[in-house]
């Protein structure tokens, strides 16, 4: 099996930041791409960032300027560098990876249970 395991979430003023941290561990044979989505009360679960394993990226347009994501390769681990957030940043943060856990095998999706990020004004 594979475990997505998430840490760094919190309680922070608007303009401050957070680091998120994502690890993978369990049968891995590679893992494609790596990606941060939320999802907040009433709406629904969007992507905030992804990166591939040769470190292509992309962001949502709200994000972009104030969050940088980067990847571990060699630990498995994924990161959200949070800066000037915002109220409308809250939102539960969820990672998602593309796991190849054999040679040959194709690539399955697993997520982390999740991590609450508040924003206060």
């Known amino acids: 099996q594979v475990q997505l395991v998430e840490s760094g979430g919190g309680l922070v003023q608007a303009g401050g930041s957070l680091r998120l941290s994502c690890a993978a561990s369990?049968?891995?044979?590679?893992?494609?791409?790596m990606g941060w989505y939320r999802q907040a009360p009433g709406k629904q679960r969007e992507l905030v960032a992804g990166?591939?394993?040769?470190?292509?990226?992309n962001y949502a347009d709200s994000v972009k300027g104030r969050f940088t994501i980067s990847r571990d390769n060699v630990k498995n681990t994924v990161y959200l560098q949070m800066n000037s957030l915002k109220p409308e940043d809250t939102a539960v943060y969820y990672c998602?990876?593309?796991?190849?856990?054999?040679?040959?095998?194709?690539?399955?999706?697993?997520w982390g249970q999740g991590t609450q990020v508040t924003v206060s004004s």
């Open positions: 369990g049968t891995i044979f590679s893992i494609h791409t």
């Open positions: 990166i591939t394993s040769s470190g292509t990226i």
């Open positions: 998602k990876a593309e796991v190849v856990r054999r040679h040959w095998g194709r690539a399955e999706n697993y």
